[in-house]
C-alpha cells in the first residue's frame, strides 16, 4: 500500500498561544476520530485495538503526529493521541457508546505537552496507551 505523508507546520504564535494551540489539537483529533470511523465502516473485519497486537511508541521529542489507525496498525505502534483516536473511534463506531476523547494538558507553557485518554460513556477514564506498554 502506497503510503502519503502530508505535513503541517504550525507558526510560533500558535504554538506559543495556548487556546489557540488546544483549539487545533481538539480540531485535530476530532477529525483523527471520523477517518477511523469511516475506515471501519468501510472495513468492518479491521482488528479491535487490544487485539491488533499494537504498542505505544513515543513519538521523537519536537515531533508530533497525528496517524489514523490503519496506519497505526501498519506501522505496529503509536502515541497516546493515536491510540486514544483509535479506541474512542470503534467505542463509538462498533459499540455504539458515545466516547469522547480527552486531552490532558502536561505543561501550560512553551512546548506544549498533552496526554490524550478516552472518556467512556459512564464518565470513566480509559487509557490505551497504558494499556498497550506506556510506563
Known amino acids: 500500500m502506497r503510503r502519503l ?4 507546520q504550525l507558526g510560533s504564535d500558535v504554538l506559543h498561544h495556548s487556546e489557540l494551540f488546544a483549539r487545533w489539537v481538539r480540531s485535530s483529533l476530532a477529525g483523527l476520530v471520523m ?4 475506515h471501519m465502516r468501510a472495513h468492518p473485519k479491521f482488528p479491535r485495538l487490544y487485539h491488533a497486537g499494537v504498542r505505544f511508541k513515543r513519538e521523537p521529542k519536537g515531533v508530533e ?3 489514523d489507525a490503519a496506519t497505526c496498525n501498519w506501522q505496529g505502534h503509536g502515541d497516546c493521541a493515536h491510540l486514544a483516536a483509535w ?3 470503534e467505542l463509538i463506531e462498533r459499540d455504539h457508546e458515545p466516547a469522547t476523547l480527552m486531552i490532558r494538558w502536561r505543561r501550560r507553557r512553551y512546548p506544549k ?6 472518556r467512556r460513556a459512564d464518565q470513566s477514564i480509559e487509557d490505551p496507551s497504558r494499556k498497550l506498554g506506556m510506563k
Open 87 to 89: 479506541r474512542a473511534a
Open 65 to 67: 503526529t497525528f496517524v
Open 5 to 8: 505523508r502530508i505535513t503541517i
Open 35 to 38: 477517518v477511523n470511523r469511516a
Open 113 to 118: 505537552l498533552f496526554h490524550v485518554v478516552v
